[in-house]
C-alpha cells in the first residue's frame, strides 16, 4: 500500500524520497544530537544490539561507542540507499563494531535470540505489516531482550494498538519520545 511519497504503510520509500529525507537528517543532525536518546536505552558494553530503520546512519556512532569493541551494532534497513549510506559512514568513521544489513521480504538476516536491544526510531508509521514487523524483531531479540520504538508519525494510540496486537511484546515503561517493550517469547 502506497499513501504518498513519505506516508504511512508503505514500507521502502522511493529513492528521490529517501535523498530529501537523508539531506534533512544531515542537516538536523548538525544543530540537534538526537543520538542522546540512546543514554536512555540502557546499552551495555559487549551488547548485540539493531538499529532497525537506520536511514542514513545518524544513531550508529553513539551506539557503536556504546557497545564497545566487545559489542556489535547492526544498522538494519530495506532501502539499499540507507544501507549504501551506513557502509559509507562505518568506512569514514572506521565503525569496526557496526555492520548494516539489507532486509529482503520482511526477513532480517540476523540469528534467532541473537540481540539484546533493538531500537525503531522515527519509522513505525512507514511499516506495512506491522504485525509481520513486531514478530520479526521478536524472533531474532534474546528471550529477555528489550525493543524501544517511537510512535513514527502517527498517534501513540496506533502505535501501541499495533504493539498489543503483535502478541509479542508487552510495553513497560511509555516515555514522551518512545516506549519501552519486553518480548513475549512462547506465544
Not at 79 to 104: C, G, M, P, Q, W
Request: glycine residues 8%; hydrophobic residues 40%.
Amino acid at each position: 500500500m502506497r499513501v504518498n511519497i513519505f506516508g504511512k504503510g508503505m514500507d521502502r520509500m522511493p529513492d528521490t524520497a529517501f535523498r530529501i529525507m537523508a539531506l534533512t537528517y544531515k542537516v538536523r543532525d548538525i544543530f540537534v544530537h538526537r543520538d542522546d536518546i540512546l543514554d536512555e536505552f540502557g546499552i551495555h558494553r559487549g551488547h548485540n544490539i539493531v538499529d532497525y530503520g537506520c536511514g542514513p546512519g545518524s544513531y550508529i556512532r553513539k551506539a557503536s561507542e556504546l557497545v564497545g569493541v566487545g559489542g556489535m551494532v547492526y544498522a538494519v534497513d530495506i532501502h539499499e540507499l540507507a544501507i549504501k549510506a551506513v557502509k559509507k559512514r562505518i568506512e569514514k568513521e572506521n565503525l569496526r563494531n557496526v555492520t548494516a544489513l539489507v532486509v529482503s521480504n520482511e526477513k532480517c538476516p540476523l540469528a534467532d535470540n541473537s540481540i539484546d536491544l533493538i531500537y525503531a526510531l522515527d519509522m513505525f508509521h512507514m511499516v506495512a505489516n506491522p504485525d509481520t514487523f513486531l514478530k520479526e524483531l521478536n524472533r531474532i531479540v534474546k528471550p529477555d531482550g528489550i525493543l524501544f520504538i517511537d510512535n513514527g508519525h502517527q498517534r501513540r494510540s496506533e502505535a501501541k494498538t499495533k504493539i498489543h496486537s503483535s502478541g509479542c511484546w508487552k510495553i513497560t515503561e511509555e516515555k514522551p519520545r518512545y516506549m519501552k517493550c519486553r518480548s513475549i517469547k512462547g506465544t
